[in-house]
């Protein structure tokens, strides 16, 4: 961190004055420095064409360091997540700011490092931003925006009306490892080892994809807030077709399942925030599945499911014993500020 | 309003789970309707091509709803005037709240209301959006962001090394409506007529500007936080040049100026959200200060000063009565969360 003569963020560097200046003067945002960011310009000019995704998400998590990531880091992998999920190769962030006053400037740098270098991981810029600050009580440390644009794959033919009965369901990797990550620092639980969030950037893996496997795949979803259980059932239902899924199939880290056991959790509702769910077509989910499975980002990756024409809108599991069983959407909150 | 079976925002409305679907549902955001707003999607797919101009901010403004406007509007015409600051046609936006639990939806609808009416006079969309709610306590009722992207109109040149010295400095309005309408609400005073926020999308204005006068118009930029005084100190020390400044020139609200006086405020820092600063060659900036009094917008544009030479990187105001001060950057916080 570059020596400042402020040790904490106060409510004059949200005032646009002298102290602003002083923020932006004192180094900490140069960490992020490249040639489209300019710090006191009222907005980047980029150049874009052709097709191009835009998406947006606010992140309140608590805490805001956490094992296997922070808040920053999970800003930047999020709104690169849910471009990729767009069919698109993630470009460029803005990056928003709302600081509470009191947040210890050696909090605000660490998360600034973890933004530089997960854009750094996923290849995109942080070109425009905005610090606002709100007194004690009227925030909790830092909350943060990131919005994103990025150019559509020229393969890329995400629409969900083009899921048909046999389409397969893949999916990336192991569940529920971020919310059980919040969760077990939340509830003061110690495990043998760890439990760490699964935050990552699926961008690199989601274009590999489609360069190789191109409209096959039909819808991209990463099942971060309410799980890959109401993610399938948001997609059963606006599609107004079944959902079959194989309880066998998921893939899940035992001691992320042990985790979810001992608080009483369903898997199928933790938030995920480093995996995706892919609908694919029958000819081409084998082969997807093995070519997922050769990378890092996706060596547990598996088909899970189907999508059928037998109960329309709802979500059906069998156990594995045989049972079946209907999976409902999340009820309620299952964990309050998970991303 | 639409007939609602809750009262208040909760916590599990930011679950992303059934209540997240139910908030989704009610149909509070299909206020905002439009081709390209998909509620549940991770993005829009937009169709750009050439320069584009991204900008992002996030507003915290306290009380949320005040004289001339409230934080909806105030969010969509801070993000479309920064687009306008930029020489753009500003187009979409992004629009993701931070809402604190309790909040009750009668507020929230009207804020969404006050978004929709500010989009259609600016003549822009919201075409995705986030949904975030914190526990009582750790927010304070509303927080937005806007992200806005817009097309660099073809004949701007908005470029602060343009500036030369003669350059005049035009102010499109009158200053510190919004500062002071804020304050006096925050601070209980009455006046003889209520002051009022002069919040106002400024890229009508702005265009039809770039249309005519083009590239003498070399830099563009609203002063909010810190007020035109420190905007003006930011060019003159940016551009290494000084800034002559005629007091006499300013052109503020007698009410205004009262209420500044009244509390010691200088109306040089206090924040406007409805006007411009434009930085225009000599030789046109009279025939643009005409162009702007025969509208509505710019009615009471005034060339205020002009770019020098002399004292460079500092700005000097000629009084009324003739003699000279430097003008500094605003120091310090003067109203926290002013927008």
Redesign the interface.
């Known amino acids: 961190m570059p020596k400042l003569d402020f040790d904490t963020i106060?409510?004059?560097h949200?005032?646009?004055?002298?102290?602003?200046?002083q923020l932006l003067d004192s180094g900490v945002f140069s960490v992020l420095k490249n040639d489209l960011l300019d710090q006191?310009?009222?907005?980047?000019?980029?150049?874009?064409?052709?097709?191009?995704?835009?998406?947006?998400?606010?992140?309140?998590i608590?805490p805001v360091f956490f094992p296997g990531g922070d808040i920053g880091e999970l800003a930047v992998n999020g709104t690169v997540n849910?471009?990729a999920?767009?069919g698109?190769i993630p470009r460029?962030l803005?990056?928003?700011?709302?600081l509470e006053e009191g947040l210890p400037m050696t909090e605000f740098w660490d998360i600034l490092v973890s933004i530089r270098n997960a854009c750094a991981a996923a290849g995109v810029s942080v070109?425009?931003?905005?610090t606002?600050?709100?007194?004690r009580?009227?925030?909790?440390k830092v909350?943060v925006?990131t919005?994103?644009?990025g150019t559509?794959h020229p393969k890329a033919e995400i629409d969900i009306r083009r899921i048909m009965p046999g389409d397969k369901i893949i999916v990336s990797g192991q569940l529920a490892a971020h919310g059980m990550a919040i969760m077990s620092v939340r509830e003061g639980l110690e495990f043998e080892s760890q439990i760490v969030s699964d935050t990552q950037p699926l961008n690199h893996l989601v274009k590999d994809l489609l360069d190789e496997f191109g409209n096959n795949i039909k819808l991209l979803?990463?099942p971060?807030?309410?799980?890959v259980g109401?993610a399938l059932n948001?997609m059963a239902r606006?599609r107004d077709l079944g959902v079959h899924l194989e309880q066998r199939a998921l893939p899940i880290d035992p001691q992320v399942a042990g985790a979810c056991e001992l608080l009483g959790l369903d898997p199928l509702?933790v938030?995920n925030e480093g995996l995706f769910l892919a609908v694919v077509s029958g000819a081409a989910a084998g082969a997807m599945v093995g070519a997922m499975q050769r990378t890092d980002t996706g060596r547990h990756a598996r088909i899970i499911g189907e999508f059928t024409d037998q109960h329309p809108k709802k979500v059906v599991m069998t156990s594995g014993i045989g049972g079946q069983r209907i999976v409902?959407?999340?009820?309620?909150?299952?964990l309050?500020?998970i991303c």
């Open positions: 106060n409510l004059g949200g005032s646009g004055g002298k102290l602003t200046n006191r310009h009222d907005g980047a000019i980029l150049e874009l064409s052709g097709k191009t995704a835009f998406t947006t998400d606010s992140f309140v608590s849910d471009l999920m767009c698109a460029y803005s990056l928003a700011f709302i070109v425009t931003g905005d606002k600050v709100v007194e009580g009227k925030g909790d909350f925006n919005t994103g644009v559509v979803r990463d971060t807030r309410g799980g109401t948001e606006d509702y938030a409902n959407m999340l009820i309620g909150e299952q309050p500020r």
